[in-house]
């Protein structure tokens, strides 16, 4: 089993930064990707980010060139650098994690979220 704890979130104005940390314990030998996905009142969640281990990054076209993804891997942590937040970026962000590698990212743990909030 694997374990995820984000943190990070809270409130921000418009044009503000966050970063959004993620720990992943348990059984973390194999980990082939991670990432954060958003859901927001009345919306189906959505991918916002993701990394593999490799490093290799796939972004939503809605945070491209402003949100970044990184990763320690010593650690076992997975970061989401989030700069010039806009209003739509408000939501709860989940980390997630995949074990095993597939034709298209696919969580197999997900974190409890972090509520993210943009407001002037």
């Known amino acids: 089993q694997v374990q995820l704890v984000e943190s990070g979130g809270g409130l921000v104005q418009p044009g503000g930064s966050l970063r959004l940390s993620c720990v992943a314990s348990g059984t973390t030998f194999s980990i082939n990707a991670m990432g954060w996905y958003r859901q927001a009142p009345g919306k189906q969640r959505e991918l916002v980010a993701a990394?593999?281990?490799?490093?290799?990054?796939n972004y939503a076209d809605a945070v491209k060139g402003r949100f970044t993804i990184s990763k320690d891997n010593a650690k076992n942590t997975v970061y989401l650098q989030m700069n010039n937040l806009k209003l739509e970026d408000t939501a709860v962000y989940y980390c997630?994690?995949?074990?095993?590698?597939?034709?298209?990212?696919?969580?197999?743990?997900w974190g409890q979220g972090t509520q993210v909030t943009v407001s002037p």
């Open positions: 990394i593999t281990s490799g490093g290799r990054t």
């Open positions: 997630s994690l995949e074990r095993y590698w597939r034709s298209s990212y696919t969580p197999d743990y």
